[in-house]
Nanobody
C-alpha cells in the first residue's frame, strides 16, 4: 500500500508553466509505475502521462506531448509533472496514481492521491 500526496497546483495564466509534485510513502515506491491523470468538472478522469518504475519509459496523452514532462526521483520518492504553455481547457484536478503494471488507463492504477487543482485563466 502506498500513499500519494500531490502539491504544486494553483492559478496560472494561459501560456504559463506549473510543476506538480507527488510525494509517495512506502518501501515499494521504486518498483511502482506512476502516472498523472486529470479530471474537469462533469467529465471523466483522463490520462495525462505515465512513467515506468525505472524512469526509462514515459507515455503522454497526445494533447500534452511536447509541452508536459513527467519525471521521477526514486531517492526522494517523488514524481513530477512539468507543464508548459498551459491552456485554459486544461483546468482540472490533477491526480497522481501508482500501479504495479505499466498502462495509460485509470483502471490500471490502484492507488490515487487526493488531487491538486490547476486553474488556467485566459
Amino acid at each position: 500500500q502506498v500513499q500519494l500526496v500531490e502539491s504544486g497546483g494553483g492559478l496560472v495564466q494561459a501560456g504559463g508553466s506549473l510543476r506538480l509534485s507527488c510525494a509517495a510513502s512506502g518501501r515499494t515506491f521504486s518498483r511502482l509505475n506512476m502516472g498523472w491523470f486529470r479530471q474537469a468538472p462533469g467529465k471523466e478522469r483522463e490520462f495525462v502521462a505515465a512513467i515506468s518504475w525505472t524512469g526509462g519509459s514515459t507515455s503522454y496523452a497526445d494533447s500534452v506531448k511536447f509541452r508536459f514532462t513527467i519525471s521521477r526521483d526514486n531517492a526522494k520518492n517523488t514524481i513530477y509533472l512539468q507543464m508548459n504553455r498551459l491552456k485554459p481547457e486544461e483546468t482540472a484536478v490533477y491526480y497522481c496514481a501508482a500501479s504495479n503494471s505499466y498502462g495509460t488507463k485509470a483502471a490500471d492504477f490502484g492507488s490515487w492521491g487526493q488531487g491538486t487543482q490547476v486553474t488556467v485563466s485566459s
